[in-house]
């Protein structure tokens, strides 16, 4: 098996980890007396894995679909016959025994008892797991579960008094008012999860739960905000600020709930998880953990969708068991780029079309806001937690926006670029979404100067939007921080978004073709490009607490050998170049690294090639990314087979959940 393993990572099918995990498992072995067929077939599962995992699944699933497509060989015509091979080395032991085959032979790489025996692999609901992703995904099912069945008894007064509050702060509406439901739940359970798309208000909601929360409990409550990227906490600052300061326009007449707002403490500002948790530089270890839990009594998390299953489960170790907590997230986002797809798993639980909750959470519904539930005795627990936020109120001035995400969102693919083309027809009536066929410029794939004429319609387009930031930068650099303010808001205008990090599309390229095209405008002077010149954005690809800075924090090096970073509103830093963790140029980001940020004009590019990476979750990602306008440069196929590819991670954590 090590050798036909061997020959798929020389074709590029797997990588070395993947091999070398599956050797691994191979020597260790060795000192057993294992059927020959036993022992492949503990190597194959060890590769499969490892090569499962890096595709951001946290198991296997030990299916037919799987044993029909084992290493994605299905992809590759002249590779197919590999999958013959591998059954004729585990003598064609179906996929529906390979774990009561490995039970019997007691072979010691597996444990199907994680809870009693510790072993590299799990086998658990016919599902294959390394043991640490399912103690993480143990845990994390464990909280959730524990967390929904607390239920907490409110005396008549106290039901009266929430009701009082929630009136104040929510006007009457006609329907249901989700968001005044979304605060009525969260005030009762211990966990709650708030989804919704862009512009449901999220945020408007939580920061009216926060001070809800502070007036019933006397403005003594420890309140933590906090969000995956310093560019995610950064957007939830500038969000609560701006939710406050509506909150005291709306009560402009009223100087009693103007008082009470402004008596009221709540965080005025995020930070990233890692720096909550404390994550310790080059090491696994943090801070806060189960025997050091965060002395909070609420915590907030937006754009939940982003965390993987490792920080989510130290995440949760870290609390202690009456800490509230609040998940923010819009479910049919990208999942993480790691392993897990937590938010989507939860989502699952979320009836869209009728939300329907139990008796006696409906009945408390009932008693706080005014507003009547489809409700049933026989629910499960989870879907007492979660609120989904239905009405959109962020595309008002460009609801083409909004109706192509929904269109996509649903799956529609030919209407979706039906959409697209439509709003290109009627551009004369300003609307909000725009389209570059790359049909128009392509007869013929395989003609290398036309290929170069499609990236050349990006990379003019980015050279043309970027001088105007670029424009504003004094040639010897930024002295003073009201330059650098215009200087962000010009660069943070619009932003490219691709799908892809490698190729002519992908964004290691594509930034290098804009800045030299920038360089040949005179707009940047650089002899190599990896240089440090002004004007150059970019974006760091590393956490380093030592200098504050996090994955995904976006900066400008504007000279004097310093690079500039936001810091919420109105607020910047500076950091020596020679201090920067690792980080790329920032012209065009990939969509994954885009989420938690938006921009008043996004660009989505998408290859000329279908590719695994394009899906559903990343179109409609990329397309609400925008506060505005949209650009998106794409081929109809290319579109249309992303839009019908939903992301199916794998994953035991809704089974779990189920229990």
């Not at 099912?141 to 007064?157: I, Q, W």
């Not at 939710?243 to 103007?258: G, H, I, S, W």
């Not at 839990?293 to 009456?322: H, R």
Request: net charge negative; hydrophobic share 40%; glycine share 6%.
């Amino acid at each position: 098996m090590l050798t036909l393993l061997s020959q798929l990572k020389e074709k590029g099918i797997i990588n070395a980890a993947d091999y070398y995990f599956a050797e691994f498992i191979h020597r260790k072995q060795q000192p057993f007396n294992y059927a020959p067929s036993v022992q492949n077939l503990a190597v194959l599962m060890a590769a499969l894995c490892n090569f499962n995992y890096r595709q951001g699944n946290t198991c296997l699933l030990l299916n037919q679909a799987t044993e029909q497509d084992l290493f994605g060989l299905q992809d590759y015509f002249n590779e197919r016959i590999y999958l013959t091979e591998i059954q004729q080395k585990i003598d064609y032991v179906p996929i529906s025994q390979w774990q009561s085959t490995l039970q019997k032979a007691q072979h010691i790489a597996f444990t199907d008892s994680p809870l009693q025996q510790i072993a590299p692999l799990v086998l658990q609901f016919n599902c294959l797991y390394f043991y640490r992703v399912w103690q993480d995904e143990f845990r994390i099912a464990d909280y959730f579960k524990s967390a929904v069945c607390f239920e907490p008894v409110f005396s008549t007064e106290q039901l009266s008094q929430i009701a009082s509050i929630l009136d104040r702060y929510f006007q009457e509406e006609q329907g249901i008012d989700w968001q005044k439901i979304a605060v009525a739940m969260a005030l009762r359970q211990r966990f709650c999860l708030i989804t919704g798309g862009p512009g449901t208000g999220k945020t408007t909601t939580v920061t009216k739960l926060l001070l809800t929360l502070q007036e019933l409990h006397q403005n003594d409550l420890r309140i933590k905000l906090v969000a995956p990227t310093g560019k995610a906490a950064a957007r939830l600052t500038e969000s609560i600020v701006d939710a406050v300061e509506r909150l005291k326009l709306t009560f402009a007449q009223d100087p009693n709930q103007r008082e009470i707002i402004e008596n009221l403490t709540i965080p005025m500002s995020a930070e990233t998880i890692h720096r909550l948790l404390g994550v310790r530089f080059f090491s696994e270890e943090t801070r806060y953990h189960a025997d050091n839990p965060l002395p909070l009594d609420v915590l907030v998390v937006d754009e939940a969708s982003m965390i993987d299953l490792t920080l989510m489960a130290k995440l949760l170790n870290a609390l202690k068991p009456d800490t509230k907590l609040i998940l923010l997230g819009d479910k049919d986002q990208l999942a993480s780029v790691e392993a897990g797809a937590i938010l989507g798993e939860l989502g699952c639980f979320v009836n869209a079309t009728k939300p329907t909750y139990s008796s006696s959470m409906a009945q408390y519904l009932q008693a706080t806001t005014g507003m009547t539930l489809p409700s049933e005795d026989k629910i499960n627990a989870i879907s007492d937690s979660i609120c989904y936020l239905q009405v959109s109120r962020r595309f008002g001035a460009n609801p083409e926006v909004g109706e192509l995400a929904t269109t996509v969102n649903l799956g529609n693919a030919a209407k979706s670029w039906q959409l697209l083309q439509q709003y290109q027809q009627h551009q004369d009536k300003h609307c909000g979404v725009y389209l570059t066929d790359f049909a128009h410029y392509l007869s013929n794939k395989d003609d290398v100067q036309q290929r170069k004429a499609c990236v050349k319609l990006i990379v003019d387009r980015a050279a043309q939007e970027y001088a105007r930031y670029l424009q504003q930068i004094p040639s010897e650099g930024v002295l003073h921080e009201d330059q650098v303010r215009s200087i962000f808001a010009a660069f943070n205008r619009i932003r490219f978004l691709t799908a892809l990090r490698v190729g002519e599309f992908g964004v290691e390229q594509l930034n290098l073709a804009i800045a030299e095209k920038l360089r040949q405008k005179r707009l940047l002077q650089f002899h190599q490009e990896r240089e440090w010149y002004i004007g150059k954005p970019i974006m760091v690809t590393q956490n380093d607490s030592s200098v504050g800075l996090y994955n995904g924090d976006i900066g400008i090096y504007l000279g004097h050998g310093r690079v500039w970073f936001e810091q919420g509103q109105n607020s910047y830093k500076k950091v020596l170049a020679s201090r920067m963790p690792n980080h790329e140029t920032a012209f065009v980001m990939t969509v994954h690294k885009s989420q938690g940020s938006e921009f008043p004009h996004t660009f989505l590019i998408l290859p000329l090639e279908n590719s695994p990476v394009l899906s559903k979750e990343l179109v409609y990602t990329g397309i609400t990314r925008t506060k505005d306008f949209l650009t998106v440069f794409a081929l109809q196929s290319v579109w249309e087979s992303a839009v019908k590819n939903p992301v199916q991670r794998q994953s035991g954590l809704g089974q779990l959940l189920e229990e």
